[in-house]
């Protein structure tokens, strides 16, 4: 149950992301799931990640 919770809050801030950041809903997900997770770097060849500051991207 608790992991439904977290799911749905995780969407709902990606879902908030996509108003604001102008990158795709799945990025977002993978943004806020990173940020959440202390996770710092991202290997990724897409360049949608080079907007956010906060986060590496190797690719």
């Known amino acids: 149950?608790?992991?439904w919770i977290l799911a749905?809050?995780?969407y709902?801030?990606?879902l908030d992301g996509t108003l604001v950041n102008p990158i795709?809903?799945?990025d977002n997900l993978i943004y806020?799931?990173?940020l959440n997770n202390d996770i710092k770097?991202?290997?990724?060849f897409d360049?949608?990640?080079d907007i956010f500051e906060d986060i590496g991207?190797?690719?």
């Open 1 to 3: 149950m608790i992991l």
């Open 8 to 10: 749905i809050f995780h």
């Open 12 to 14: 709902r801030q990606a």
């Open 24 to 26: 795709g809903f799945f």
């Open 32 to 34: 806020i799931v990173m």
């Open 41 to 44: 770097e991202i290997i990724s």
């Open 47 to 49: 360049k949608d990640f």
């Open 57 to 59: 991207r190797i690719g």
